[in-house]
């Protein structure tokens, strides 16, 4: 292995907090169970801190390495709960009229909802193709952040960065305001 080597291609060994995470995998599942409510979406946080690690430069000077390692996790949980909220906040209006079966198949609501589609369409639209692409993927058809950055061949961060901008853009679309 040479220096030049990027860290993705660095084997586990020659990065210091690899094995710290690695040996307390369980107590960061338990934190981040009990941050998220969700065993499984623990374990998608857990898997996404670990490949963060990977991927990056190992950091210097870090005295404590469980604790940044939890720290890492605890920031993951933190993004994928505001991305919930922000999911929630977007979609929420169309959700809840998914309960009320008599209406939700009128001629009047199919219109609204293929209008309130164009609406979101002109406006990602408006955005760089990949961050649609990746906001798209990610949102629409459910593929993980992880799954997006190796199908655009970008990292994990930048795809979570598309995902922001794009649902930014969404809130603030003038025409998703008016139809809503």
């Known amino acids: 292995m040479t220096a030049s080597q990027p860290p993705s291609m660095q084997p586990p060994s020659a990065h210091p907090l690899i094995a710290d995470f690695i040996a307390h995998r369980p107590l960061l599942k338990r934190a981040a169970w ?31 390495p469980v604790a940044y390692c939890m720290r890492v996790v605890q920031h993951l949980c933190i993004d994928h709960l505001r991305r919930r909220q922000t999911e929630q906040q ?25 209008q309130l589609l164009q609406c979101v369409d002109r406006c990602l639209r408006g955005l760089p193709a990949r961050t649609r692409q990746a906001f798209v993927l990610h949102r629409v058809h459910g593929h993980t952040q992880q799954e997006v950055a190796q199908r655009l061949g970008v990292s994990i961060t930048l795809v979570n960065f598309m995902v922001q901008d794009a649902a930014q853009a969404l809130a603030r679309c003038p025409d998703l305001r008016a139809k809503t």
Request: glycine share 12%; proline share 5%; charged share 25%.
């Open 34 to 64: 009990r941050w998220m409510g969700d065993r499984d979406l623990a374990d998608d946080v857990v898997q996404e801190a670990y490949m963060k690690l990977m991927q990056a430069a190992p950091p210097g000077g870090v005295q404590q």
């Open 90 to 114: 977007l979609l929420g209006a169309e959700d809840e009229g998914l309960d009320q079966e008599s209406s939700t198949g009128t001629p009047e609501h199919q219109a609204i909802g293929r």
